[in-house]
Nanobody, 118 residues
Framework: QVHLVESGGGLVQPGGSLRLSCAIS????????MGWYRQAPGKQRELVAV???????RYSDAVRGRFIISADNAKNTVSLQMNSLKSEDTAVYYC????????????WGQGTQVTVST
């Protein structure tokens, strides 16, 4: 069983920055991807950023150039540095891990609220 715990959400003014972290625990023999998704009120959950090992990453068009995903394999964490935040970035952000071994599974954290407002 894999557990994910997010931290770092909060209230920030437009143009500000926040850093989200996700602590990963449990047994993973082969990892597929680690990433961040978000869900705004009344909208579907959407991909924000995903990485395989911290160096090969993919971003949504909405955040490319402003957000940076990173992974620390030694500490079993995946982080999301969010810069130049906009009101439309307001959402609950979820950490996600997709594993291949020992099982093909999709794990989610409990979510952390990010609110961008004056």
């Amino acid at each position: 069983q894999v557990h994910l715990v997010e931290s770092g959400g909060g209230l920030v003014q437009p143009g500000g920055s926040l850093r989200l972290s996700c602590a990963i625990s449990g047994t993973i023999l082969r990892l597929n991807t680690m990433g961040w998704y978000r869900q705004a009120p009344g909208k579907q959950r959407e991909l924000v950023a995903v990485t395989t090992d911290g160096s090969n990453s993919r971003y949504s068009d909405a955040v490319r150039g402003r957000f940076i995903i990173s992974a620390d394999n030694a500490k079993n964490t995946v982080s999301l540095q969010m810069n130049s935040l906009k009101s439309e970035d307001t959402a609950v952000y979820y950490c996600n891990v997709k594993t291949l071994l020992p099982l093909v599974e999709d794990y989610w954290g409990q979510g952390t609220q990010v609110t961008v407002s004056t």
